[in-house]
T-cell receptor, first 115, second 114 residues
């Protein structure tokens, strides 16, 4: 079975600084997708970024980028120029290529942004 | 339109009540999901509908009864719930297969069972 591990229950960062959230996963599959979701106090899960396992290039979305290390099964999220609105719970998630959109989530990292 | 709309946003119900949660999307997605989320925990998958047919039931108690009347709507019927069922219930939708299958989530229904 696939598992996703987020080893940092809580992180904090100063506004305008950079922070990296860690995620590791375990799978025997070769084709899969990885995601970072953000859940602010408004409760809605918002997709931040996704990475296809077959792509070597790391995904980027504006201030958000990932460091995808397939051999190490590591998928960290870097947030640059942190903003107050980035404060949220961040979940790392995994999906097999063949499982539709069934997601396996990590336990989450609560990010605090200090002004 | 990339919205998944859930109603109601908040619900308080007694253990003998019957209520329903509703979810709607107009993105043409043919897969829809119900998740249960406890505070400070990740969402737990409950049910998956693919092309309006129930494809996954994660051993959810029968007091939760899903229904997918058409490709845009998903309901969760609740009956004789227990206080431990109090949680945030999230609906999501996606394309059921292919590359672009990231899930879009609604804002959830905060359910309190008294």
């Amino acid at each position: 079975a696939q598992t996703v591990t987020q080893s940092q229950p809580e992180m904090s960062v100063q506004e305008a600084e950079t922070v990296t959230l860690s995620c590791t996963y375990d799978t025997s599959e070769s084709d899969y997708y990885l995601f970072w979701y953000k859940q602010p106090p408004s409760r809605q899960m918002i997709l931040v970024i996704r990475q296809e396992a077959y792509k070597q290039q790391n995904a980027t979305e504006n201030r958000f980028s990932v460091n995808f290390q397939k051999a190490a099964k590591s998928f960290s999220l870097k947030i640059s120029d942190s903003q107050l609105g980035d404060a949220a719970m961040y979940f790392c998630a995994y999906r097999r290529e063949t499982s539709g959109s069934r997601l396996t989530f990590g336990e989450g990292t609560q990010l605090t942004v200090n002004p | 339109d990339t919205e998944v709309t859930q109603t109601p946003k908040h619900l308080v119900m007694g253990m003998t009540n019957k209520k329903s949660l509703k979810c709607e999307q107009h993105m043409g997605h043919r897969a829809m999901y119900w998740y249960k989320q406890k505070a400070k925990k990740p969402p737990e998958l409950m049910f998956v509908y693919s092309y309006e047919k129930l494809s996954i039931n994660e051993s959810v108690p029968s007091r939760f009864s899903p229904e997918c009347p058409n490709s845009s709507l998903l309901n969760l019927h609740l009956h004789a719930l227990q206080p431990e069922d109090s949680a945030l219930y999230l609906c999501a939708s996606s394309h059921p297969q292919g590359k672009d299958t990231e899930a879009f989530f609604g804002q959830g229904t905060r359910l309190t069972v008294v």
